[in-house]
């Protein structure tokens, strides 16, 4: 019997397949296309699933343009023109294209009503933007959402309706722009820039030039043609393509830890909630800072030197695979000392709230204070740009690493541990750590080869330490269908915790996420000890450092280091034509890493005269990279006040319209709208005051006598 209903299931399949290799591909206008051509789209079942409804076996890919109704204003806007393009059985089928939202939602309808499978996916490239322009006109035909899953509020990840019709957002997927992401993976259409002149004023009936339609054409062509190169990388169906990046070593990492006992260790180590909750204060993230003593000073080649660049290799993977993290439960420990802690280092983890009266840093030259303002409670601080040079009482949680780097920054009048909780170190399990790796290898062979492989490798070995760090209770976030606003509905979150815990799926303990960091964090300081005492360090960006006047000689000693680490951990250098690649060394592309002028304003604001092109090239938080043409080739122009103008570097502000469908005197069919008007960005710098003085002055204790018995 199941051998005749696989024989069938295969004549069904290939006469499908036939069927859609006799059909041409079409550039059509919607109401125009012979639907009835997509009779021979194959319908799939998940297997293993409770969920008996049949999936069109499709990749679908649709996207909107919209215009305004006046220009040079913040104002309505809406959908002027759409495509959906359809690929299935490894060739592109056609691409439909309309004018109007409530057409696009009628051949949504009608290519699901005309297709045999119960559920049909539809991506969108950033479906946060185009759900705002047809959220309306869908649930006038297809009623409310029967489920959505919303990151934040105007994010939604997915949204599916009681018909069947999924709308899913392969943004999530890609974590790229299109135009970025259809590069990377080589695929036959490419976005077609230039050929849309979005600040021209648009009705809903115009006819599209020949530029226009292959621009809206490639769009969605370029769409489905990636998720296919990533479904066939991944060896997915059109039902088990992760909804995100993480997705995908996610699956992974769940069917090798169940083959290794993964889910009775995750049992062992999984916190409380109360030790969850001291864990995600334990948790301080990257470090990114400036030498607050050169915010706002040229650096040139001339009067200082080359500014050169090292970046570790791989920093997460490598921390993941050669340092110990937790691997018993914590359990309570007395009250103690800095010094008592770090004594512990070798072999215990520990998190505790520290309590430091009057620290300060041991001396000026100190260019990275590592104390962090906003996870701290604190009185009468003196800050550079986030962190804390002086104070007069700090209390702040903290993990044994980070106090190692306190104690060989900071001076205090007392100190102390409490709260402290212990836990013994070890590696993490071999088979996690064998999967790191491997990935590693993967792509280190690949690079330079296929490009869809590649950049699968990349994402799943950068996604290894963002499933540890994953918050496990998350707020939930649901849509108002009615006014568009997205609400945060209050969850029992102890309830919510116990879920997680009990969930079979679970399996990577958050506190190997936080341990993770701070053994990053630690390596980037060591790694800045290499600056020699005639240099400067200058700027540090979590897995980076810039300086001027490395000793080599250290920094040599640094890599051998990392090497020796690995080599102790189980694992080598890995072969690829002929050169040897070691995770977590530290790295300078020689030239490429080298700037002949260099200034920085603080934490995410610094600019550099790349030595290899010649060009200046800015990192600020919220500036796309094009803004550096605002500088005129002027690296003097990068200072406290510049304005980068919102219409040249493309940043945007995104203000929402929410109004009931309706019709315009002049014809035009809108609902809710998004407008994306040029967004000026106003450069700062950072002000840091004489804090030495002050905390000689100034700086006293104003609290209780016996706070601290």
């Known amino acids: 019997m199941i051998g005749r209903v696989v024989n069938f299931m295969k004549r069904f399949i290939a006469d499908k397949i036939t069927a859609a290799f006799n059909t041409e591909y079409e550039l059509c206008y919607w109401r125009k296309y012979d639907y009835k051509k997509l009779q021979c789209i194959a319908w799939v079942m998940r297997a293993g699933s409770k969920d008996r409804r049949t999936i069109n076996d499709v990749i679908i890919m649709a996207d909107t343009e919209t215009s305004k109704t006046h220009p040079d204003i913040c104002c309505e806007n809406y959908v002027v023109a759409w495509t959906i393009s359809l690929r299935a059985y490894g060739r592109n089928l056609c691409t439909l294209y309309g004018h109007r939202p409530d057409t696009i939602v009628q051949c949504f309808e009608k290519l699901h009503s005309t297709m045999a499978g119960d559920r049909t996916f539809i991506y969108f490239h950033n479906l946060s933007y185009d759900w705002v322009f047809i959220r309306r006109f869908m649930i006038e035909s297809f009623g409310i959402p ?81 998720i296919d190169a990533t479904r066939k990388a991944l060896k997915k169906h059109i039902y088990s393509i992760p909804y995100t990046a993480t997705g995908i070593p996610r699956e992974e990492i769940r069917k090798i830890g169940s083959k290794n006992r993964g889910r009775n260790l995750f049992e062992r180590l999984v916190p409380t909630w109360d030790q969850q909750l001291k864990l995600e204060k334990v948790f301080h993230g990257g470090f990114t800072h400036a030498n607050r003593h050169l915010i706002g000073e040229v650096i040139t080649m001339l009067e200082y030197g080359m500014v050169q660049c090292y970046d570790f290799a791989s920093s997460y993977p490598f921390s993941l695979l050669v340092e110990m993290y937790p691997m018993e439960n914590f359990h309570p420990y007395k009250p103690c000392t800095l010094p008592e802690v770090v004594s512990l280092s070798d072999n215990y983890a520990v998190m505790c709230k520290v309590i430091l009266v009057k620290p300060r840093l041991k001396n000026d030259f100190q260019p990275m204070p590592v104390l962090q303002y906003s996870k701290a409670t604190v009185v009468n601080p003196v800050l550079d740009n986030g962190r804390i040079l002086c104070a007069a009482y700090c209390e702040i949680y903290l993990s044994e690493q980070d106090i190692k780097v306190i104690e060989q920054q900071y001076d205090y009048d007392e100190g102390y541990c409490v709260e402290v909780e212990v836990a013994h170190k070890d590696y993490l399990p071999k088979w996690f750590r064998d999967y790191i790796y491997a990935l590693f290898v993967e792509k280190t062979k690949l690079k330079g080869k296929d490009p869809v492989l590649y950049a699968l490798a990349k994402a799943r070995l950068n996604s290894c330490y963002g499933m540890c760090v994953q918050k496990p209770v998350k707020e939930v976030i649901e849509e108002d269908y009615i006014t568009g606003d997205y609400n945060v509905n209050e969850t029992d979150l102890k309830k919510a915790y116990q879920a997680y815990k009990d969930n079979k799926r679970s399996i990577l303990p958050y506190q190997w996420g936080v341990w993770c960091t701070a053994y990053a964090m630690e390596h980037l300081f060591e790694l800045g000890d290499c600056v020699s005492k005639n240099g400067t360090w200058i700027y540090s960006d979590t897995d980076s450092c810039y300086a001027v006047g490395w000793d080599q000689e250290k920094v040599t000693a640094y890599n051998e280091m990392c090497k020796e680490k690995l080599k102790a951990a189980g694992y080598g250098a890995v072969l690829h034509n002929d050169r040897e690649y070691w995770l977590g060394v530290a790295e300078s592309e020689g030239e490429a890493d080298m700037y002949t002028e260099f200034v920085t304003l603080g934490a995410k604001r610094y600019c550099g005269r790349n030595k290899k092109d010649g060009e200046l090239h800015i990192t600020v938080a919220g500036v796309p990279k094009v803004g550096a043409k605002c500088l005129k080739d002027d690296i003097n122009n990068f200072k406290k006040g510049l304005i980068f103008p919102g219409i040249e570097t493309g940043k945007q502000m995104h203000t929402y319209f929410f109004e009931e469908i309706h019709t315009t005197d002049n014809g035009l069919i809108l609902a809710d709208s998004v407008d994306l008007s040029p967004c000026d960005y106003l450069l700062d710098d950072v002000n840091v005051p004489d804090w030495e003085s002050i905390f000689k002055d100034e700086i006293d204790v104003p609290y209780a006598e016996g706070v601290l018995d």
């Not at 899953?149 to 599916?160: A, M």
């Not at 135009?179 to 849309?196: C, F, S, T």
Request: aromatic share 10%; net charge negative.
């Open 146 to 226: 029967e489920r959505q899953l919303n990151i934040k509020p105007h994010y939604p990840l997915f949204i599916e309706f009681t018909n069947g019709i999924m709308l899913k957002d392969s943004l999530m997927l890609s974590q790229r722009s299109l135009e970025r992401w259809a590069r990377d993976l080589n695929i036959p259409h490419q976005k077609a820039v230039g050929m849309w002149d979005y600040e021209k004023i648009r009705t809903q009936n115009e006819d599209f030039t020949p530029d226009e339609l292959k621009y809206i054409e490639n769009d969605t062509l370029a769409g489905v043609e990636c």
